[in-house]
Nanobody, 124 residues
Framework: QVQLVESGGGLVQAGGSLRLSCTVSGSIRIRSIDDMGWYRQAPGKQRELVASVNIGAETDYADSVKGRFTISRDDAKNTVSLQMNSLNSDDTAVYYC????????????????WGQGTQVTVAS
């Protein structure tokens, strides 16, 4: 199976920065991951896409985070990171890492995998 483990959440003052990281691992060696991204879910709201990056390094951002957040991936380590700057209270949410279409040495998983989520709280 495929597992995603996130780290880097926490409490930060408004205007501050945080960096989230996610490592994708599997019981069988992972050859590639087509799409990786970060989603978030605030209390009482639906989960929303924050940022994504595909295997070609093309990125997509929610309008609310453009210019403040930067997503990056390291395919050698199967990691995806989210640098978050100029945080405000609207960024408070549980952030989830996502990996879609994972290719291992024996199987292709044409599904989405999710991390357990990491809390980001921005104090105003």
């Amino acid at each position: 199976q495929v597992q995603l483990v996130e780290s880097g959440g926490g409490l930060v003052q408004a205007g501050g920065s945080l960096r989230l990281s996610c490592t994708v691992s599997g019981s069988i060696r992972i050859r590639s991951i087509d799409d990786m991204g970060w989603y978030r879910q605030a209390p009482g709201k639906q989960r929303e896409l924050v940022a994504s990056v595909n295997i070609g390094a093309e990125t997509d951002y929610a309008d609310s985070v453009k210019g403040r957040f930067t997503i990056s991936r390291d395919d050698a380590k199967n990691t995806v990171s989210l640098q978050m700057n100029s945080l405000n209270s609207d960024d408070t949410a549980v952030y989830y890492c996502n990996a879609y279409n994972v290719h291992t040495s024996s199987k292709q998983y044409l599904v989405s995998f999710w991390g357990q989520g990491t809390q980001v709280t921005v104090a105003s």
